[in-house]
């Protein structure tokens, strides 16, 4: 692993490695080269297998961090490609043309988190979601409980309470506080 | 780049040679013409796996042209789990995939743990294989009757649901629970087996090997079923990279790739799991397979019974879990269920709640990309067999 | 006999058969039951389905051919039923047998199904059609050996009269077409089959595939019209084929236990296969069957029964 | 009341299947649903007690209930006992049972499915995500309480509630159903308007027709 780490910084400008385990490692790279490199991953080093292309909504920084999740069947390592892109013009190069089930995943954010992947096969059709009309609903400053509350009729009587509160008062009423009980580790 | 040719949208197709209207080495459906026929299959529909759709388009009885629809099941549980605190989250995660919850807690508090850095105890470990284990035998036993079933034996069905429910029977000693467990909690589990579980399991096991024995039987030595199964939906082993297919589906193409033996996780290096393989890729193959393994899981179970430790700590030392706060990082944690790779991939910001989980689902190219490509050119007496065969699970699939 | 005693005993008889037929419903709903490992319906829930279907209290029209479609039905189950002599020698059973003969038999068989063909296919569900075609083509298959059993019987007795063949049979069970002509009896059995639509030849109303074909839209009192008739028509179809192979029967209890052996032939092959393929349904009644069946005609005509 | 009024009142009450294209609207009824009374009070017991003793049960597992009605169905717990079986088609069927949480994307098939069904007509509801939207309480894509979409007769509690709850629940609208109390049929009719509004609130490509049966 890590000459292949060694190999692909001479290829391409590595942002960051990192090892998360013996069979997982995570690079970072820029976002022109992701494409040359998960060919050359998949052509030449033996990574043939896309488990999975996701997003994650880094709404502090402005940032989609796209992670293509490669693994080598002749290793057994997984191997996390990320890729950071701008929230605000979230686009992003299709991946269909290496894998043929690329385009469910780019179907999938297009539609979840707004991420438009041009020239990617049905990449307009609705996925799980049907007449949607708000903002892509993965997007971190998509308020669900307030979506929820706005739009779907609450039956009254649903209460939420704070568990440390709710067996204080409920179980251990008639009991002297324990100076053993573990509180917080804060 | 020698791939590229065999691509679904550059030129790689279904076989599509017996439709005559051709047109640039595409088939020409004109709807207009009479000729065809669009029906959907589901959502209220007996032969579709639980609540989805397929759009077809149907020529006779062939089909000529599939798309799936997904989304009837879409709860948001990854939107769900960003506002819940991390120990919140595995009431949620059980029901992303309902015949087989365990793979989903077992993958979501591997994740954190790998993330916290945390070590779960030797007897924890032993136990959280047994309850893979069993798990996967119940869905096995689901998927075997619901196989029959789409061919329209329902005795099959009959006798393999009714023992799964034994199974349950069992789960719910072990864990209280008799569908979802919630039984893995970060850092171990949460109880010791039971007094006498141990015989009831052996019991069962017996009881269970009975049931296969009658289903090789009746079912897979049945001239009528394998006249139906055998050259049904196969998958090529070149498909297995272009598609991301994984477990049993591509282990019958010849594809060495069982989690349990290239990673393995809990206790399976100590445990004598063999690789089960074929080289013909179609429906029987796949159906022999799993029944092989589910054999083979039995084998294991009987095994995970003789070796789990007596004495042993149940859970690592924790933190309070309420306020758990994980430091930052991102992990890919992957189990194999019944229908092949199952994995979390989590990133965590530092707070006491996830900032993102996506669960991998194995249905997730199976159901969509696969089926839409084997749906074409066969019987529509035969979608139904197909779909069982693929193990298509949708709640995984949209989760 | 005056026409109207003729007709009040022809009411009887298929009340008794109706009544019979649902029952041996019931039954079989049991043994598959027993078969799954699990108790079953009670024996009289064909009866509570019917009253239940037809105490809906509102109910769809797809127009005066969807309506016409199970009157058409029950017209085919009504008129396979009264033609042929249920009880042999029996006044209230014996239908108006000596009005009509086996092709007139026959084509009620058939009509039964060409107009639930016409009636369903208005409906407007996309399973329908492709139920009925399924349905017809089937019917054509599973028709050819059944009619040339019918002929090497009509070759056997010189007759295509129903109650002259059950005559010819009597005396000893050695008369019975069963043991004088075996090979007719095969052929036609492996038809009827297809005929009552167990498993493997199930494809009609296949639910995990087309559920479930014809009847699709069917509801209410349509539906209910339908089940009737499917208890008629289970009852005139096993007391046909008792009547041309099994020695047809003189009292009640005798026709009770041979149809119920017969039916059962075709229950115990449904509850351990799974279904066929529509073309393989097709295939294997035009391979041995009918093979079966010429080579009964071959056996009579030629060899004279004897060998 | 002059003609152009009637003519008026007449359109009204004409055709409202929009979002059809023109030529499939005469494939579906234009005509709102209606209460139909019942029979004589002798008459129609003994219909209930047939009625409760044959429930088709519509086969569309709408959720993940759904996967404890295989065991109800299969060998350990035999529904069919009880004379209720599954049905393919919602036109024969008479219970329909929605198997917990019901996405957007489900409530318009379920909706579909259930005005397709022949009256009298039975739902029962199962697990907490129908009764207040259970754990799925904040969820953008499931509903919260299943009574505001369609009537329903006989909930039952739980996530999800065993077999042997599922059995409970039957025997209870089996209960209703001889008391005449399951009229929900005639409750859709009246409340006909409601129940639209509150369904066109929340799905919102609504290219079905307004009636359909």
Redesign the interface.
């Known amino acids: 692993m890590e000459q292949l780490i060694k190999k692909l910084k001479g290829m391409v400008h590595l942002r960051a490695y990192r090892k998360q385990r013996d069979d997982l490692h995570f690079i970072m790279v820029d976002k022109p080269q992701l494409e040359m490199i998960l060919a050359h991953l998949k052509n030449n080093e033996g990574f043939t297998h896309l488990a999975f292309l996701q997003a994650v909504d880094l709404i502090e920084d402005g940032k989609f961090q796209l992670t293509y999740m490669l693994y080598n069947y002749s290793t057994s390592v997984n191997l996390g490609v990320n890729v950071l892109i701008d929230r605000d013009d979230a686009e992003m190069n299709s991946i269909h043309k290496l894998w043929a089930h690329g385009w469910q995943y780019q179907r999938e954010l297009h539609e979840l988190y707004g991420i438009d992947f041009p020239g990617s096969p049905r990449v307009e059709e609705s996925f799980v979601l049907e007449g949607w009309e708000e903002m892509p609903p993965m997007r971190r400053d998509f308020d669900t409980l307030e979506y929820s509350d706005k739009t779907f009729y609450q039956r009254p009587g649903r209460s939420t309470n704070d568990p440390a509160e709710y067996m204080k008062e409920k179980m251990y009423k008639n009991y002297p506080p324990s100076p053993g009980i573990r509180r917080d580790d804060e | 780049m020698s791939n590229l040719s065999k691509n679904k949208y550059s030129g790689y197709d279904a076989d599509r040679s017996k439709y005559p209207e051709m047109e640039n080495g595409k088939a020409v459906i004109d709807l207009d013409s009479h000729k065809f026929?669009?029906?959907w299959q589901g959502p209220q529909?007996?032969?579709v796996t639980g609540n989805m759709s397929v759009e077809l388009i149907i020529n006779?009885?062939e089909i000529v042209w599939a798309k799936t629809h997904v989304g009837y099941l879409h709860r948001a549980f990854e939107k769900l789990m960003e506002r819940r605190k991390y120990i919140q989250c595995f009431p949620l995660v059980c029901r992303i995939c309902v015949p087989e919850p365990d793979t989903n807690e077992y993958c979501v508090s591997a994740a954190m743990e790998d993330l916290a850095g945390i070590t779960v105890p030797e007897k924890a470990q032993w136990l959280r294989t047994l309850n893979l284990e069993m798990s996967r035998i119940a869905s096995y036993l689901m998927w075997i009757g619901g196989q029959?079933?789409?061919?329209?034996?329902?005795?099959i069905g009959?006798?393999t649901v009714?023992m799964r429910d034994f199974w349950l029977d069992l789960f719910e000693e072990m864990t209280g629970g008799r569908v979802y467990h919630m039984y893995m909690i970060p850092g171990g589990v949460r109880k010791d087996l039971p007094d006498g579980f141990k015989d009831q399991a052996r019991d069962l096991i017996v009881r269970t090997r009975k049931l296969l024995g009658d289903v090789e039987n009746?079912?897979l030595s049945?001239a009528?079923?394998k006249?139906?199964l055998q050259g049904l939906g196969i998958i090529t082993p070149e498909m297995v990279d272009e598609y991301g297919i994984v477990g049993p589906n591509a282990r019958a193409t010849g594809r060495e790739y069982d989690i349990r033996i290239n990673n393995p996780y809990v206790k399976y290096s100590e445990l004598d799991v063999k690789m089960i393989t074929s080289s013909v890729g179609d429906a029987y193959a796949r159906a022999e397979l799993r029944y092989k393994d589910m054999h083979q899981s039995l084998d294991l179970v009987s095994a995970i019974l003789d070796r789990i430790p007596e004495e042993g700590a149940l859970q690592a030392k924790m933190p309070n879990l309420v306020n758990w706060k994980i430091p930052p990082g991102q992990t890919y944690v992957k189990a194999e269920s019944t229908r092949g790779e199952h994995g979390f991939y989590m990133v965590s910001d530092g707070t006491g709640k996830p900032r993102r989980v996506f669960a991998r689902g194995a249905s997730y190219t199976h159901a969509i990309s696969v089926l839409e490509e084997l749906a074409v050119n066969i019987?529509?007496?035969?979608?139904?067999a197909l779909m069982v065969s693929l193990h298509t699970c949708p709640p995984e699939i949209e989760r | 006999m005056s026409i109207w005693t003729q007709v009040l005993y022809a009411a009887i008889s298929v009340t008794v058969a109706t009544v019979y037929g649902l029952t041996l419903g019931g039954i079989v709903?049991k043994l598959?039951?027993r078969?799954?490992?699990?108790?079953?319906?009670?024996v009289w829930?064909p009866f509570?389905?019917i009253?239940?279907?037809s105490?809906?209290?509102?109910?769809?029209s797809h127009g005066n051919m969807f309506l016409l479609g199970p009157v058409f039905r029950m017209a085919g189950g009504l008129g396979t039923y009264l033609f042929i002599p249920v009880i042999f020698g029996s006044a209230v059973f014996g239908n108006f047998s000596m009005a009509g003969d086996l092709l007139l038999v026959m084509y009620f068989v058939f009509f039964g199904q060409l107009g639930m063909a016409l009636g369903a296919g208005q409906g407007?569900h996309?399973?329908s059609p492709?139920g009925i075609?399924?349905g017809l083509a089937q019917m054509s298959a599973f028709e050819v050996p059944f009619t040339l059993a019918v002929i090497a019987v009509a070759i056997q007795y010189h007759s295509l009269n129903i109650t002259s063949i059950v005559a010819a049979q009597q005396g000893s069970f050695l008369n019975w077409t069963l043991f004088t002509n075996p090979l007719a009896v095969i052929a036609a059995m492996i038809s009827m089959l297809g005929m009552n639509m167990h498993?493997?030849f199930?494809?009609v109303m296949?639910?995990?595939?087309?559920?479930?074909g014809p009847p699709?839209?069917?509801?209410?009192g349509f539906?209910s019209i339908l089940q009737t008739n499917r208890g008629l028509f289970a009852a005139a179809k096993l007391v046909l084929f008792m009547n041309l192979f099994f020695g047809g029967a003189t009292n009640l209890l005798e026709m009770i236990a041979k149809t119920f052996f017969i039916y059962m032939f075709s229950v115990f092959v449904g509850?351990?296969?799974?279904?066929?393929?529509?073309?393989?349904s097709f295939r294997f009644f035009l391979k041995w069957p009918t093979i079966i069946g010429v080579l009964s005609i071959i056996y009579i005509a030629y060899l004279g029964g004897v060998l | 009341m002059n003609k152009k009024h009637i003519n008026e009142i007449e359109d009204q009450m004409k055709l409202a299947n929009e979002g059809l294209p023109e030529k499939e609207r005469g494939?579906f009824?234009d005509a709102r649903p209606t209460t139909?009374d019942a029979f004589n009070k002798y008459y129609e017991g003994f219909?209930n007690w047939?009625?409760s003793?044959?429930l088709?049960m519509l086969?569309f597992g709408t959720g993940c209930g759904a996967t404890e009605l295989r065991p109800l169905m299969?060998?350990r717990y035999?529904m069919?006992?009880y004379?209720i079986?599954p049905r393919?088609?919602p036109?024969?069927a008479?219970v329909f049972i929605i198997g917990g949480y019901a996405s957007i994307k489900t409530i318009k098939r379920i909706v579909r499915s259930y005005e397709q069904m022949?009256?009298?007509k039975y739902v029962i509801a199962l697990g907490s995500c129908t009764i207040n939207g259970g754990m799925y309480f904040d969820s953008y894509n499931t509903i919260n309480r299943l009574d505001y979409y369609i009537p329903v007769d006989v909930y039952i509690a739980g996530c999800m509630p065993r077999p042997e709850a599922l059995i409970a629940g039957f025997n209870r609208l089996k209960e209703k159903i001889r008391a005449g109390e399951c009229e929900g049929?005639n409750e859709y009719a009246e409340k006909f308007d409601w129940f639209k509004k509150n369904q066109k609130q929340i799905i919102k490509n609504w290219n079905m027709p307004d009636y359909n049966?």
């Open positions: 026929t669009k029906i529909h007996p032969g006779g009885d029959a079933g789409s061919l329209g034996m329902g005795a009959q006798w009714g009746t079912f049945n009528i079923v006249s139906r019987s529509l007496s035969d979608l139904a | 709903r598959y039951a078969v799954h490992g699990r108790f079953g319906p009670p829930q509570l389905d009253i239940q279907t105490s809906r209290r509102v109910s769809v407007g996309p399973y492709l075609a399924r498993s493997p199930s494809i296949a639910p995990q595939e087309i559920p479930i699709v839209e069917m509801n209410s539906l509850a351990a296969y799974p279904r066929f393929r529509p073309e393989q | 494939l009824a139909v219909l047939a009625r003793r044959s088709w086969a299969t060998s035999d069919s006992r004379g079986a393919p088609t036109r024969q008479s022949q009256g009298p049929m049966w």
